[in-house]
């Protein structure tokens, strides 16, 4: 089950956010997480959901 979500990220290396697609992922702490790359520079991105 592999789980998308999109919306915004926020880039820390372009300093801007970002709208892109990214794979839900189940952090160690049960937390809902989105993992994408930046369309710009190429850097991982990160961001928290909320609770499984």
Do not use: H, Q
């Not at 880039?11 to 709208?19: D, I």
């Not at 930046?38 to 609770?51: A, D, F, M, Q």
């Amino acid at each position: 089950m592999a789980d998308t979500w999109a919306g915004e990220f926020y880039c820390v290396k372009c300093k801007e956010k970002r709208e892109t697609e990214g794979e839900v992922v189940v952090s160690e702490s049960g937390r809902r997480m989105a993992k994408g790359t930046c369309p710009v520079c190429g850097t991982k991105l990160n961001r928290i959901l909320g609770k499984a």
